[in-house]
Nanobody, 126 residues
Framework: QVQLVESGGGLVQPGGSLRLSCAASGFTLDYYAITWFRQAPGKEHEGVSCISNGDSTLYYADSVKGRFTISQDNAKNTVYLQMNGLKSENTAVYYC???????????????????WGQGTQVIVSS
């Protein structure tokens, strides 16, 4: 069964850090682009960060550049999102998603992704 499972969310104070994990099962990540999306209440999915298939190019939304880092551990078949300097506006459910399509220039379009995790809640609040 093809599956993505996120973990690592929680409650954190502004300025704090969290590391999200996205563990894949039923397939290997080698040929897939993996993207972290988030969805805040009442808002659309927003692409946060992507590690592409092929050359493993890293993409980030402008709002998270310099604070968030995406990485991949092929031995563990897991992608991580290290989030530092968290702000209240980063509060959302964070999802990881996978696609075999080429995502260059379009990584933030959620309709490209065929496999989605169930999401993990991140709350940034004092």
């Amino acid at each position: 069964q093809v599956q993505l499972v996120e973990s690592g969310g929680g409650l954190v104070q502004p300025g704090g850090s969290l590391r999200l994990s996205c563990a894949a099962s039923g397939f290997t990540l080698d040929y897939y682009a993996i993207t972290w999306f988030r969805q805040a209440p009442g808002k659309e999915h927003e692409g946060v960060s992507c590690i592409s298939n092929g050359d493993s190019t890293l993409y980030y939304a402008d709002s998270v550049k310099g604070r968030f880092t995406i990485s991949q551990d092929n031995a563990k078949n897991t992608v991580y999102l290290q989030m530092n300097g968290l702000k209240s506006e980063n509060t959302a459910v964070y999802y990881c998603a996978a696609t075999r399509q080429n995502v260059e220039g379009t990584w933030y379009y959620d309709e490209l992704y065929s496999v989605w995790g169930q999401g993990t809640q991140v709350i940034v609040s004092s």
